[in-house]
């Protein structure tokens, strides 16, 4: 059974920072390499794009609105990704998703309809 369970999510002011994991466990070996993702959804808007990460860890991309701004890392050994948030605004209120997909040519991960398993979300709230 694929679950992947985030931590870290909670209440913290603007400029402040936070991190937040993602622990995966049961994924079938045919996975091969595995991009892990993080997205976003606010009340009321739609889940968005955030970030993701290779399977070897080495290529992260990032939304533009996070750039610069939020890090994401990944421990092999611990099938745990990690979304380090600093400078956090009002706007990045929202509850996170960490999500799972197999590497498939041409596909964009920047694309929720990529990711084949999610998490149930932590919810992060960024008070002014």
């Known amino acids: 059974q694929v679950q992947l369970v985030e931590s870290g999510g909670g209440l913290v002011q603007a400029g402040g920072s936070l991190r937040l994991a993602c622990a995966v466990s049961?994924?079938?070996?045919?996975?091969?390499?595995?991009?892990l993702g993080w997205f976003r959804q606010a009340p009321g808007k739609e889940r968005e794009f955030v970030s993701y990460?290779?399977?070897?860890?080495?290529?992260?991309v990032y939304a533009g609105s996070v750039k610069g701004r939020f890090t994401l890392s990944r421990d092999l050994g611990k099938n745990t990704v990690y979304l380090q948030m600093n400078s956090l605004k009002t706007d990045d209120t929202a509850v996170y998703f960490c999500?799972?997909?197999?590497?498939?040519?041409?596909?964009?991960?920047?694309?929720?309809?990529?990711?084949?398993?999610w998490g149930q979300g932590t919810q992060v709230t960024v008070s002014s």
């Open positions: 999500a799972a997909a197999r590497v498939r040519p041409l596909a964009n991960f920047g694309d929720l309809r990529a990711y084949d398993y």
């Open positions: 049961g994924l079938p070996a045919s996975f091969g390499n595995v991009i």
């Open positions: 990460i290779t399977g070897s860890g080495a290529g992260t």
